[in-house]
């Protein structure tokens, strides 16, 4: 009912009820006779102040003075005035009074406007805000998306740059032993013509050390090739490639390490044995480079479906700022990266705890069906 009238209707609102308080008062003219002639035209004033504005309001401010003074002062339907002071002054206190009711009505039909206004604009804003909101989560998703979309890519990526490295590392192996290896045993068979000349001769001499030099370099050949992809991976399986490569490692490091494999753990799949076997060469690299332990740990197992990988040595810890690194998914080389990789990309969790007391390196792979079926063809 506060809203605003259009301008052509305030008038006439104002107006019409300026008449109907005239009517009024002039039904009520038996009781109040000459008495109150103003109490009715109040009313009205008061309404045209509140809804109609400040020119309606002064036009049936107006036309309600004419009216009383018209109809209800006396001598009555006359403008003379039987009391001219008293009369006169009561209008001009019916005027004043009314001015400060059309001065209050305006104000708070202003006010009224203006929070109106104030609403409206919030409202606008806040249909601003909430379209800019919705535009930033769509591009938001948008580039979200497109991050992960990226992070895959470099994912497979990075799986197939490993099983690109695994099967250069099983290719060079295989000419190491193949190629290189079997032409170090011909130079040895030559070298044992020169032995059978002159046994005590320098020629039969300096065969003899090239046969003993060859059979190092044989040796160490062979001990690269198996480094690079040992075949008893491949033929025997995971456990006995452990044990060969940790007497190896333990041999040249002269680092001792206590090997405890579970006796049920089967083939894995060609994959997870690869990852596995990398994570202990990296593992146990890292601990005699870098932990200066004398010992460490192997303990290899199945537990709900998972095989958990601990490796475990008694140096002097990893860094605190490289824990954060690790913690924080950084950059901390090449190796643990490599083994972090891989060990995700087969669905995995890379742990790694260290103070002190020394480092110890949990990988926890899940049994899925790729490695069953992966399994299965290398059996």
Sequence with gaps: ?????PDARRYVVAILAALVALVVREMLSPFFRDHNPYHTVWLAVVFSAWYCGVGPSIVGTLLSVVGVWYFFLPPFHSFAL?????????????????SFIIALGEANRRSKARSEREVAERKQIEDELRRTQAQLESRVQERTAELNSAYQSLRQLSAQLLQS????????????????????????????????????SPVAKAATDNAILIDQVISEIRTMSHLLHPPLLDEIGLPSALRWYVDGFSERSKIAVDVDIADDIERLGNDMEIAIFRVVQECLTNVHRHS??????????????????????????????KQLALSSKGQLGVGFRGMRERVHQLGGNLDVRSDSMGTTITATLPIGKTA???AQEVA
């Design 292 to 321: 200066g332990s004398r010992s460490a740990a192997l303990r290899l197992a199945r537990e709900d479906g998972h095989v958990q990988l601990e490796i475990k040595d008694a140096g002097k810890g990893i860094p605190l700022g």
């Design 165 to 200: 490295q695994d099967e250069e590392r099983r290719r060079l192996a295989r000419e190491l032993h193949d190629s290189v290896g079997q032409l170090l045993a011909s130079i040895k068979m030559n070298s044992a013509v020169f032995q059978s000349v002159q046994r005590d």
């Design 372 to 374: 069953a079926l992966s």
């Design 82 to 98: 039987k009391n001219p002071e008293v009369e006169i002054s009561g209008i001009i206190g019916f005027m004043v009074f009314s």
């Design 1 to 5: 009912m506060r809203r605003l009238i």
